[in-house]
T-cell receptor, first 113, second 113 residues
């Protein structure tokens, strides 16, 4: 079974632009979570989607948004990019809310210039 | 608010030596506990998890961890490290399997030949 896939793997943007990252969960998984990883703040939870509904949200500004499609694929969007948004964005999927383990993708490395 | 502390930012051990990585958490109740490993440029791979029951849990790659409620700790151990164990290790907690994960800052492990 294929793992969690994220596209693109690398992105370079400039301040003020917006960006969309994509995550395809493991087949059959219905929950997708997003995390931001930076050297200074470490790994921080962004949001979780389950059956196309946002179920949980971390402490990030409204510039960070996401959605989930009927096939469980998820996208996250960051508008009006700032230098501090440079990070590794990790996506994780799990089967349902009763399942214990989150499986992580390789991440998308976003650099904001 | 829940928090996770990994006191050691960087640890260096010789190949073949034993290893213990420390993790302490602050939570109102017994949380769900995880250890993940991240190799350079990669996502997170689950090593092991603790939900309930036997406080000594076995994971992949020869790792084990022990939950100690009295010390609010969940330390990771391996009796003999291999050069391929060089990576960053993250301890994480969650209120339940469905909730977001809160990660420690990570411990970078270097292996001396």
């Amino acid at each position: 079974k294929a793992g969690v896939t994220q596209t693109p793997r690398y992105l370079i943007k400039t301040r003020g632009q917006q960006v969309t990252l994509s995550c395809s969960p493991i087949s059959g998984h219905r929950s997708v979570s997003w995390y931001q990883q930076t050297p200074g703040q470490g790994l921080q939870f962004l949001f979780e989607y389950f059956s196309e509904t946002q179920r949980n949200k971390g402490n990030f500004p409204g510039r960070f948004s996401g959605r989930q499609f009927s096939n469980s694929r998820s996208e996250m969007n960051v508008s009006t990019l700032e230098l501090g948004d440079s990070a590794l964005y990790l996506c994780a999927s799990r089967f349902t809310d009763s399942t214990d383990t989150q499986y992580f993708g390789p991440g998308t490395r976003l650099t904001v210039l | 608010a829940q928090s996770v502390t990994q006191p050691d930012i960087h640890i260096t051990v010789s190949e073949g030596a034993s290893l213990e990585l420390r993790c302490n958490y602050s939570y109102g109740a017994t949380p769900y506990l995880f250890w993940y490993v991240q190799s350079p440029g990669q996502g997170l791979q689950l090593l092991l998890k603790y939900f309930s029951g036997d406080t000594l849990v076995q994971g992949i790659k020869g790792f084990e961890a022990e939950f100690k409620r009295s010390q609010s700790s969940f330390n990771l151990r391996k009796p003999s490290v291999h050069w391929s164990d060089a990576a960053e290790y993250f301890c994480a907690v969650g209120l339940s399997p469905a909730q977001k994960l809160v990660f420690g800052q990570g411990t970078r492990l270097t292996i001396n030949p």
